[in-house]
């Protein structure tokens, strides 16, 4: 087959496999990965920079060599060790952006790809462009557009995540924190880009998944009491009319809402106090506040536990 090595290997098990290098000749580049199966099979690599192929499709001037075979275990010890000794002598002629298999090698520190560094704004721009080419690239191509897990795939990494959240080994990642104002302007300008700068936004088939994941009894919307249902709505109401204690604390905080949205600041409280201290009546108060004779009625109940005539 063109641009591979002619021998023939039968590998013992099934979880044997083998350490590959490929080499570009047209960019004088290389990259080194491994891979559970045969060197006969249609797998070619797996970097997300290399340009993508598969075996009936091979450039010009790609060649693999397979380094060594093994176990997933040796393998992945050895493609680390390959990866480690190019970063020390010539990481810039290699695709290869990590030192392994995560599974297998701990990424922390020094084995950390960016370890010591941060991406300058033309690499990020560049992953971006890639990614973008990747997903707008059917799989048919080389590329990632109609890609999907399979479902079993899906559920064992589920419950896998479920099972780390509840023992504490996992944590959301943006738990107790906060973004800064520079990152939600920065999220908000590279959406904006999207669409041809029409802004980020989701397709009707995607709305009506995420309207009903959010339907129901199951979400923190209903469990809060400000579902929009109706049938919620009206049956958390009749408990509350209920519990003269919940329907007090209710009132109060709907009273301070919708006082908040109407502009009573804690300034404004003070200049209707200092102006009843006056002996002014409400109508004289109403005036030279510009409101109401209702609204200085209620406020002075309803904030002062006042009467005034």
Not at 39 to 54: A, G, I, L, R
Not at 238 to 262: G, S, W
């Amino acid at each position: 087959m063109n641009g591979t090595t002619g021998s023939i290997l039968i590998m013992k098990s099934t979880d044997e496999g083998f350490v590959y290098i490929w080499y570009d000749a047209k960019n004088k580049m290389y990259y080194i990965g491994k891979h559970q199966g045969s060197p006969n099979d249609s797998y070619t690599h797996s970097s997300t920079v290399m340009e993508k192929f598969n075996k009936n499709n091979i450039p010009e001037g790609f060649r693999r060599r397979i380094i060594f075979t093994g176990t997933n275990q040796e393998i992945a010890f050895v493609e680390h060790t390959f990866l480690k000794n190019r970063k020390k002598r010539c990481w810039s002629r290699y695709y290869n952006t990590g030192l392994g298999d995560p599974r297998y090698i701990d990424q922390s520190g020094p084995n950390n790809h960016m370890y010591g560094r941060k991406l300058t704004e033309e690499e990020k721009e560049e992953k971006r462009q890639i990614s973008l080419r990747l997903w707008r690239t059917p799989i048919e191509e080389g590329g990632l557009k109609g890609y999907k897990q399979k479902p079993e795939t899906i559920e064992k990494m589920r419950q896998t995540k479920k099972r780390k959240f509840a023992s504490g080994e996992l944590v959301p990642f943006m738990k107790g924190k906060k973004q800064s104002k520079e990152t939600i302007a920065k999220v908000i300008a590279s959406r904006a880009k999207l669409n041809d700068g029409a802004g980020f936004k989701h397709n009707q088939e995607t709305k009506k998944k995420m309207s009903k994941a959010r339907s129901g009894s199951g979400n923190a919307n209903w469990k809060g009491g400000i579902n929009s249902d109706p049938v919620h709505k009206a049956t958390v109401r009749r408990e509350r009319m209920k519990d003269p204690i919940k329907r007090k604390e209710y009132n109060k905080k709907h009273c301070d809402y919708m006082n908040k949205r109407n502009g009573w600041t804690e300034e404004r409280y003070k200049q209707l106090f200092d102006l009843y201290k006056l002996n002014l009546s409400n109508d004289q108060i109403a005036e030279h506040m510009g409101i109401t004779r209702q609204s200085v009625v209620s406020q002075l109940k309803n904030h002062f536990n006042l009467i005034n005539g």
